[in-house]
């Protein structure tokens, strides 16, 4: 996928959260080879200083780094947040997430579009965490975003793709924006689900952190990923309402009763 | 050498340093413990939950955590009397059985309860939940009487302990035999691989619920356990934040905890709450205590979440050292 005149090394995001341990993320991050990792800033952020270590560790991983803004309610919240990301990971990427509710984290969607704006204004590329409604894609691209980022289903519930209808309709409207489905990815199948949509990258966190063996599912995310893109490529057949046999029957021997 | 005893200067008197201490001193060691802090147990250990459950950590740590600590229940019954060996619970509110089940894909030694059974064991959670984990073979402690008491212990046993002393010049540690560094995040300088992970907890007063043993309450984004303590004491931790600020607890924090205690009890909405906190764990990248060695200088550092489980039998490692295999 190429963002913001970047070309990403693999069509996989992975989240930094939750894993047992460090050196399991780091694991995690090695098999699945990701493309870039996001990192949240708002918990750790008492103080630039607090977070340090945890945050170099992820520098240390050596893969572009997406800061995210998760946990931020108001368009205050996550711009300072964005700013301190900029500060502490020397990047001009932000993967803008502005909470709207609390039960299934959906993104407040005006808060969104209005901090997408100051953001861009500032200078910042934004990687926003939307849903699949065309309007807000639409005030997301006229507010200076060049990727949107719908959701699949609420994040961390691991559902997969809510809305098909919802995501086809809005890669087909926007056929030149480099779109990632962010959270709600469970399984491998859920993303190759999304490339086969017809989307251009996946993001996922909770799918292998809080998997029973990280590594491996990790590992599991990369190859999904993979045959996600070769099948889309390879211009997949179309669904029929009758059986068609695949070898035909015409001229076979019949032994009649 | 004193004769034939080794002497040892251990710094830092946290859970890691007061359990070696008793461990070496036990072995024949020459002990003296010094402490930077006002007092004992100055730093995480002071905070912590004092559960002895090796199968139960199983769930977020690797093997060898549950591995090394099997015999730990049996080290601090042998050395601490307010030991308690009455299992461990496990339970999530109804919209969270899911994460029931994962915990017991995760974990060994446990029986499944229903209520008749979750009811027999803690009478005052009868008809609370549906089903329960129980890990009979687990057990807890009261982390700051346990390590009081291992502070009284050493001293019957001869040891020197010296509290509210400043780390001693290398030159002057030259005149041990062997130096053990158990000083956790203070220890750090040393240590580039170290980082501090924030946990903060509550106690609180609550005369109205009796628990016998620890419940875990599961939670999608943050498992909570709840300790009984004597005097119709509560504790409720931890949070893990990947932080090393240590400013008291946050709203957040203190609203999780306590919804985790309204969540296994409503009587809890009238509890009185006694203390918050919030402490830095030292933590390697593994999350696992280590032991390492350079010269005559031994480190046991990395509690973690594991200070008092993991302690003896690292302990133990350290006196291998010492008295050679």
Redesign the interface.
């Known amino acids: 996928m190429r963002a913001y005149d970047t070309q990403l090394a693999s069509p996989l995001m992975l989240g930094t959260a939750l894993y ?5 993320l ?1 694991e995690s991050v090695r098999a699945a080879n990701p493309g870039a990792i996001t990192v949240s800033l708002r ?2 952020a ?2 630039l ?6 945050w170099s ?1 992820v520098r240390g991983l050596d893969v572009p780094v997406l800061p995210n803004t998760a946990g931020c309610h108001t368009v205050r919240e996550a711009v300072t947040t964005a700013q301190m990301a900029r500060e502490v990971f020397e990047t001009d990427w932000i993967k803008l997430e502005v909470i709207g509710q609390g039960d299934l984290l959906q993104p407040d969607v005006f808060a969104l579009v209005e901090a997408a704006r100051i953001l861009t204004d500032e200078g910042f590329k934004v990687f926003p965490y939307t849903t699949e409604d065309l309007v807000v894609a639409e005030r997301l691209l006229r507010a200076g975003c060049e990727v949107l980022m719908p959701w699949g289903a609420p994040i ?1 519930s691991g559902r997969g793709l809510n809305n098909p209808f919802g995501l086809r309709a809005l890669r087909a409207h926007f056929p030149d924006i480099p779109m990632v489905i962010d959270a709600g990815i469970g399984r491998p199948s859920h993303a190759v689900a999304a490339f086969e949509l017809g989307y251009d990258a996946i993001l996922i966190n909770t799918a292998v952190a809080k998997a ?1 063996n990280p590594v491996s599912m990790a590992r599991a995310f990369r190859q999904a990923c993979e045959v996600g893109l070769e099948a889309r490529a390879a211009d997949p057949m179309d669904e029929r309402d009758l059986a068609v046999p695949s070898t035909p029957t015409l001229g076979k021997a019949s032994f009649g009763a | 050498m004193t004769g034939e005893r080794p002497t040892v200067l251990i710094q830092g008197a946290g859970v890691s340093g007061l359990v070696t201490a008793v461990t070496l001193a036990e072995r024949g060691a020459v002990v003296t413990l010094v402490e930077a802090g006002p007092r004992i147990g100055s730093g995480a250990s002071w905070f912590a939950g004092g559960m002895l459950a090796p199968w139960c950590e199983a769930e ?3 093997a060898e955590v549950t591995r090394d600590s099997r015999d730990s229940l049996d080290w601090w019954a042998g050395h601490v009397p307010s030991v308690v060996s009455n299992g461990s619970l496990v339970v999530a509110p109804p919209r969270d059985l899911p994460e029931l089940a994962r915990f017991g ?2 974990t060994s030694h446990y029986e499944t309860l229903d209520p008749a059974a979750i009811a027999a064991l803690e009478p005052d959670l009868a008809g609370r939940f549906d089903r329960a984990l129980f890990f009979p073979q687990e057990g807890h402690v009261d982390p700051r009487r346990a390590l009081t008491h291992l502070e009284a212990l050493l001293e019957a046993q001869g040891a020197m302990v010296r509290i509210g002393c400043p780390a001693p010049d290398p030159r002057d540690t030259q005149e041990y035999d062997w130096t053990v560094d158990c000083t956790g995040m203070d220890g750090r300088a040393d240590e580039p691989s170290l ?2 992970v ?1 946990g903060e907890m509550i106690l609180v007063r609550c005369p109205e619920v009796t628990l016998s043993r620890p419940v875990r309450m599961l939670h ?2 943050i498992p909570i356990y709840i300790v009984p303590r004597e005097d119709s004491l509560f504790m409720a931790g931890a949070t893990m ?5 240590t ?1 008291g607890i946050t709203v957040r924090a203190m609203s999780e905890l306590l919804n985790a205690l309204y969540t296994l009890h409503p009587a809890f909405a009238e509890a009185e709450i006694v203390e918050t906190n919030a402490g830095i764990r030292p ?1 390697y ?4 205590p280590r032991v390492h060695r350079e010269g005559k200088r031994i480190t046991l550092n990395g509690m973690y979440r594991h200070g008092f489980l993991l302690s003896p039998a690292r302990a133990k490692e350290v006196a291998h050292i010492v008295f050679g295999g």
């Open positions: 047992d341990s460090p050196t399991l780091a918990r750790e008492a103080g200083q607090a977070g340090q270590s945890f560790l961390g029973g | 977020a740590a690797p894909r995760r980082r501090g924030r999608p984004r934040v990947e932080s090393e600020d400013r933590a990248p593994d999350n696992v």
